[in-house]
């Protein structure tokens, strides 16, 4: 069982950075992929960003390259997603998500994975 708590999110104006992170609790941090996913209202889950197991792999959402970065600090069993540039259409409920690595680890959809944290807003206010 691995335990995810997200923090860090909160109200920006457009232009702002926040940093989200992730802690988690339980098994081996270490063996798992980290991804970050969004939800805004009425719209369904989405991929934003994955970091493999060991973090020298991660892969985005196109909409998110160049402005959000995910890291790892496996020592610390946090993941982190730094949100550059926001705008209002970032808006969302973001998730962290947890998924033991096998043979792949670009995971983008959320039935890829199996432990999720409770959520943290994120709202970008003009």
């Known amino acids: 069982q691995v335990q995810l708590v997200e923090s860090g999110g909160g109200l920006v104006q457009a232009g702002g950075s926040l940093r989200l992170s992730c802690a988690a609790s339980?098994?081996?941090?270490?063996?798992?992929?980290m991804g970050w996913f969004r939800q805004a209202p009425g719209k369904e889950r989405e991929f934003v960003a994955v970091?493999?197991?060991?973090?020298?792999?991660?892969y985005y959402e196109d909409s998110v390259k160049g402005q959000f970065t995910i890291s790892r600090d496996n020592a610390k069993n946090t993941v982190y997603l730094q949100m550059n540039s926001l705008k209002v259409e970032d808006t969302a409920v973001y998730y962290c998500?947890?998924?033991?690595?096998?043979?792949?680890?670009?995971?983008?959809?959320?039935?890829?994975?199996?432990?999720w944290g409770q959520g943290t807003q994120v709202t970008v206010s003009l």
């Open positions: 339980g098994r081996t941090f270490s063996a798992y992929v």
């Open positions: 998500a947890a998924a033991p690595q096998r043979s792949r680890w670009r995971l983008t959809v959320p039935s890829d994975y199996v432990y």
């Open positions: 970091i493999s197991s060991s973090g020298g792999s991660t």
